[in-house]
């Protein structure tokens, strides 16, 4: 089989389809525009109809997955959603999420975690911190958006992690219960699922699991 087919990969054979896919044609940033556009769909099916105009926050790392979060909030505002992006640890560190940061930071509200704590009322919450690339333990600002999410999520709103809850490494096999993480109402990964999405122990952490095709086996097939 290849790798490409295979439902469960690695963060590491993640990377390596990510390159494969950017060699045959499919650039990284398409990739996190059809990330972040696939996204957006799939929060847009799964909330309650009857919400009129829904009002969502955007928590966004610095990193790609952060880069999906900024693709995300722009898909949902042009939507006709109110939507807030917050930086959880400052602007954009990457190419594509810087580039992607650019083209929200004029047309929607941007905040920092502190601000986005003196606010409240959300419909859907965004977890967009930390994805493939996250390694070991929460630290300050990260632990400090991860409660505020989950604060939001007790009070009315879904969490929709991208790809892996933030706090939970993507390769996670241990059978301690994590310390800390972003608890997920519904969990959107990229082309296949990661080892943390078939841990036994992890589903009030991961919520509904939701693989989305962001281009790569097609790429790949030709
Ligand atoms: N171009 C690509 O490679 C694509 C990546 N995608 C997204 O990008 C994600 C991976 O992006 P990145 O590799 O930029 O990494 P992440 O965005 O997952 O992580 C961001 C940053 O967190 C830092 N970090 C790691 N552990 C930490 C800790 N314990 N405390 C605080 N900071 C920590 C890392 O050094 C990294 O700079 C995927 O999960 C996916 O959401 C998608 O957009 C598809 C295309
Ligand atoms: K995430």
Redesign the pocket.
């Known amino acids: 089989m290849e790798l490409y087919e295979k439902e469960t990969v690695t ?1 590491e054979e ?2 390596k389809l ?1 390159r494969a896919a ?1 060699a045959a044609g499919l650039s ?2 398409r ?2 525009e ?3 556009t696939r996204a957006a769909e799939i929060i847009r099916e799964n909330i309650p109809k009857s919400i009129e105009k829904p009002r969502a926050a955007v928590f966004c ?8 979060g900024f ?1 995300v909030a722009r898909r949902l505002s042009e939507a006709g959603w109110s939507v807030v992006a917050v930086l959880v ?1 400052g602007e954009p ?2 190419e ?2 810087k580039k992607n940061y650019l083209l929200i930071r004029d047309r929607i509200e941007v905040m920092n975690r502190r601000a986005a704590a003196a606010t409240g009322g959300y419909d859907v919450v965004v977890d ?12 300050d ?2 632990l400090n958006a991860v409660e505020l999410i989950n604060k939001f999520g007790y009070q009315k709103a879904d969490v929709f992690s ?3 809850p933030s706090g939970l ?2 390769d996670y096999d241990d059978w301690k219960e994590p310390e800390k993480s972003v608890m997920a109402d519904y969990t959107i ?3 296949a699922k990661k080892p943390v999405h078939d841990h036994r122990r992890l589903s009030n952490f991961l919520g509904d699991v939701i693989v989305a095709d ?1 281009g790569i086996a097609e790429a790949l097939r030709k």
């Open positions: 963060c993640m990377k990510e950017d990284y940033s990739m996190m059809n990330a972040g790392g610095k990193g790609n997955n952060g880069g999906d693709v640890e560190a990457t594509d999420a967009a911190i930390y994805g493939t690339g996250f390694h070991g333990n929460l630290k600002e990260g991208l790809d892996i490494p993507g990964t990229f082309h962001i």
